[in-house]
């Protein structure tokens, strides 16, 4: 099946830092990507989508100027989160589509802000 | 009432038995369906996807679509041990560009 690498897989840092979250279609292109939040024992939650050469679409409620996404090529998503504060701390991961079919995600990144 | 409901379990079944997940949804008018295996600390793996009535199977797995009833399952014949997960189920709209949305899971035990 398609692969969707994200990195890194886990990372802690410093309140008030910036932290960047790559994910890449190993060996597809995607045109669109995908950005979810997952706290723990709760379920995905949309957090952007992400379109090639175009501007990421935020979900309601989703600071777009927090959470930062670029999608500057067919292989390559980012999501940087700027200010990390300790409530950012969460699961996030990252899932990229092929056509119609649903997508397949990375691996995801734990994001600790202490 | 939210758009994609799942009994959040947990199941609890026995080697070698049937485990049957439920997933409900609020939207008449969704087209595609997905079935996720999510282990703990893990990022979700794509099981099944259906997209219309009926049934399909793949291997020890088969997905059930009543969209008059907007209702879908997952059997899982079988079980095992490493079957032993968070199961979700996501929904999607019409258009194949849209977004999908997840259900709350229900957590799965196969107890040897």
């Known amino acids: 099946g398609a692969v969707v690498s994200q990195h890194p897989s886990w990372v802690i840092c410093k309140s008030g830092t910036s932290v960047k979250i790559e994910c890449r279609s190993l060996?597809?292109?995607?045109?669109?990507m995908f950005w979810y939040r997952q706290f723990p024992k709760q379920s995905l939650m949309l957090m952007a989508t992400s379109n090639e050469g175009s501007k990421a679409t935020y979900e309601q409620g989703v600071e777009k100027d927090k959470f930062l996404i670029n999608h500057a090529s067919l292989t390559l998503s980012t999501l940087t989160v700027t200010s990390a504060h300790p409530e950012d701390s969460s699961f996030y991961i990252c899932?990229?589509?092929?056509?119609?079919?649903?997508?397949?995600f990375g691996q995801g990144t734990r994001l600790t802000v202490v | 009432q939210k758009e994609v409901e799942q009994n959040s379990g947990p199941l609890s079944v026995p080697e070698g038995a049937i485990a049957s997940l439920n997933c409900t949804y609020s939207?008449?008018?969704?087209?595609?369906f997905f079935w996720y295996r999510q282990y703990s600390g893990k990022s979700p793996e794509l099981i099944m996807s259906i997209y219309s009535n009926g049934d399909k199977e793949d291997g020890r797995f088969t997905a059930q679509l009543n969209k008059a009833s907007q209702y879908v399952s997952l059997l899982i014949r079988d079980s095992q041990p490493s079957d032993s997960a968070t199961y979700l189920c996501?929904?999607?709209?019409?258009?194949?560009?849209?977004?999908?949305?997840f259900g709350d899971g229900t957590t799965l035990t196969v107890k040897p």
């Open positions: 939207d008449r008018v969704s087209q595609s």
């Open positions: 060996d597809f292109q995607a045109t669109t």
């Open positions: 996501a929904v999607r709209g019409q258009s194949n560009a849209g977004k999908s949305t």
């Open positions: 899932s990229a589509r092929i056509g119609g079919t649903e997508a397949f």
